[in-house]
């Protein structure tokens, strides 16, 4: 990075607000903030090859198998919203970042910190609907841990899970592998898990019917993988939504993404909630929902594949991969001009008015 | 989804387009007031359809982006009182004040709440009776009956521990400030549709009158706005200067007579400063005396802060037209989304936030030079 600090570029301004000093809670959104920590923190603490891939998982060799790794913290308040909870989640999210690298889950830890005076009834609920959201799945959660903060120090529960899958085919599944003119597909509506959990915060006067889309995708990668496909690359819509996905791929590619505004389904109920609240669904988080870069030959048997197996709405062809300019993603909008998609900065926040 | 999507109706904005582009044969300057036309001429791209002729000027409507920093470390400072809740809507959360912003404040113990409604702000209240809630009412015309039905729902009912920060202003005296410049550039106005549900058109006749600008009420959708741009450059070729209401549907010529009322009751006019433009002559409200209890700036001392000279940003010159948001020098280096040095790049509205995450085009031009 070469910005200018803003002392250096601007000796007059006083708000020197550039780098944070402290931790905001925009710097767990999964936008630029959270990608600011992981480069100037993380990435530069922990150096190696695997991290350096930026990937879902890990992609990791040992006694001859190829393995996936990856983990994933759960703070979700409320702990239950229509169609999910903190417990189905932390199942489903470590799940599809393994199914993302291409790789069968297998075995899942469960990490729970738990603040004093939690209600054991609710954690028996959390822990029975991870129980079924594993079987799901197909994963065995094969190790845990348990701790106790004190009343006040937590926020009644989180849910760290981690996970080991298996990678049964040649196929590099990674930014890196994708190519111009692939065509990118995504796999269901967008937009529920986020506005779900929006509708449901105490302190929006809003309701609304719609169910939170948290589901496993591994029947739909297996599919993909069973036909013997040529996926180039994978990523499951989560925080940020699809726009910082496509973002996210289209940097670490360096090549650029096209998409059709038209193309990308959304429902009318979270299209009219998004409207309400002055959101965009390409923003609103997702749960069970991925995009799938393949080559333009393969696009309609991937399309129909996907539609048999993946969970929500109809799959659709969403765009295609553009030489450049590099890691840049344009949306043609509805009325036909362009405009580029960046990614989500810090936590979406709603508009006045 | 109905009642949208006809206003989005690709076909039909080409050829609105294309009747401007005929009818046009002059060079026209034309301001839309609302950040919320901003935000949509930027997102659709409809600039791109107009003739190289007409020049779209983003004007001042976007609420966070007027808060002058001395309310907004107002705030910051109750926010960080022990006994305070502060209740926000949530894009202001992240505009700087002259030190820090409330999310920051959020960060180091502040009690800071995004609420959508200020009555919500009010159960807050009731359900906190031994805290102080302050809401900080921010907005134009639109947002002023909401805040005002705060305070009156908090005096009806006993609550006691409720008060609001305003930071409340008026569309009609700023674009009289804007049209009084000795540089300014703007020929005609697309009114702000949602101001004008509440307030009506009585106020803008003379405004037409005074300075030769046609005024066009103009909704937000993109069929709106090219009919509010067709019919503000028909009046600007046929050389007249009158008010026309494009956003019939939503616009009575007396307003919403009933929440006119309900901020009449609450609500007094008061000079105010802008931040970017600097104080306008009784471009705001403030709470009447007789209600001095909800005001937080009464209730808690806060001293009356001089208005402040604006920083690096240069906002003024882009509300007023002057500039364009790329033309900043901090533009898209020092000054982006996630760390804003001013209004206009915080909020979804804020022109500089718009050409930011909608113009990533102009930003790599810009930044590359």
Redesign the interface.
Known sequence: MTALTPSAALSSCPMPLAHRTEITVGHGGGGKLTQDLIDRIFRPAFANASLDAQHDGAVLTAGGAKLAFTTDSHVVSPLFFPGSDIGKIAVNGTVNDLCMCGARPLWLSAGFILEEGFPIATLERVVLSMRDAAKAAGVAIVTGDTKVVERGKGDGLYVTTAGVGVIEHGLTIAPTSIRVSDVVIVSGDIGRHGMAIMATRANLSFESDIESDCAPLVAPVQALLAAGLDIHCMRDLTRGGLATALVELAESSNLSIGIEETAVPVTELVRGACEILGLEPMYVANEGRFVCFVPEAQSRRALAMIAETAPGGPPAIIGRVRPGPAGQVTLRSVIGAERILDRMSGEQLPRIC | ?KY?DEY?D?AL??QIAAAIARMTTRPWTIMEICG?QTHAI?????D??LPKKITLVHGPGC??CVTPSEIIDHAIELALRPNVVLCS??????V?G????L??A???GGDV?????P??AVT?AKENPTKEIVFFA???E??APANAMSVQRAQREGVRNFSILTSHVLVPPAMRALLSAPDNLVQGFLAAG?VCTIMGLGEYGPIAKEHRAPIIVTGFE?VDILEGLFRCVKQLEEGRAEVENAYARAVKFEGNIHARKIVEQVFTIADRNWRGLGVIPRSGLEVRPELANFDARKRFRLSNAAARPD??CISGEIMRGVKKPHQC??FG??C??????GAPMV???GACAAY??????VV?ESVAV
């Open positions: 989804m949208v989005r690709a904005v080409h919320g930027v997102k659709f791209g409809l791109e359809l609420p966070v809507f949530g894009d202001m959360l992240r700087p002259t030190g820090i912003d999310l920051t959020k960060a180091r709440r995004i609420v959508y409604s009555l919500d807050v921010v907005g134009f639109t947002t949602h993109p920083e690096i020098p901090a280096r020092a982006k989304p996630e760390h804003p040095l909020s979804g509205e930011y995450r909608y113009r990533s085009r790599a």
